[in-house]
T-cell receptor, first 112, second 114 residues
């Protein structure tokens, strides 16, 4: 079945550091890929998405590129801020299945 | 903006009680979902509904049931709450278009069963 694997957290960085959160997936066909973010005390919000190979999703300084050859969708940001502290979830969807498949989430802590 | 609301942010119930979690969305979405979120396990799908009175089991439906009598409202029911159902419960909704649709989430209900 479908699965999403994320790097374990927490990831602790200093402000302005470079961020990478790794995500790899297993799925049949050609899934769409998503990153969701969950700020403390809130529900999940879509951060970015990519619907086909080599697409790059971007939002709020975050980027991720859909790499079919490595089945990966790593999240990156060049300079993190304290306000980026949150839990980040990688997810996939594919035709024929209405629900998303989520990874286990990666907690990011950014220190001033 | 799409809004998904959940009836309670925090709930404490006793073992054996019947528990109702309510979710309402205001964007006329066909699909609605219930997930539970546990540390290290991410989000796991309990049930979803693709139309009024229509439902399908997700990955972990045991101990839960759902009800969708109106398009905007999707209820999760714990028939007889147990301590292993202590968790964060998240409701979501979406349009039924293809594989690239976005799911919109409510703020979650943190349920504690004692």
């Amino acid at each position: 079945g479908d699965s999403v694997t994320q790097m374990e957290g927490p990831v602790t960085l200093s402000e302005e550091a470079f961020l990478t959160i790794n995500c790899t997936y297993t799925a049949t066909g050609y899934p769409s890929l998503f990153w969701y973010v969950q700020y403390p005390g809130e529900g999940l919000q879509l951060l970015l998405k990519a619907t086909k190979a080599d697409d790059k999703g971007s939002n709020k300084g975050f980027e991720a590129t859909y790499r079919k050859e490595t089945t990966s969708f790593h999240l990156e940001k060049g300079s993190v801020q304290v306000s980026d502290s949150a839990v980040y979830f990688c997810a996939l969807s594919r035709a024929g299945r209405r629900a998303l498949t989520f990874g286990s989430g990666t907690r990011l802590q950014v220190q001033p | 903006d799409v809004k998904v609301t959940q009836s309670s942010r925090y709930l404490v119930k006793r073992t054996g009680e019947k528990v109702f979690l309510e979710c309402v969305q205001d964007m006329d979405h066909e699909n609605m979902f219930w997930y539970r979120q546990d540390p290290g396990l991410g989000l796991r799908l309990i049930y979803f509904s693709y139309d009024v009175k229509m439902k399908e089991k997700g990955d972990i439906p045991e101990g839960y049931s759902v009800s969708r009598e109106k398009k905007e409202r999707f209820s999760l029911i714990l028939e007889s709450a147990s301590t292993n159902q202590t968790s964060m419960y998240l409701c979501a909704s979406s349009l039924p278009t293809g594989a690239a649709y976005e799911q919109y989430f409510g703020p979650g209900t943190r349920l504690t069963v004692t």
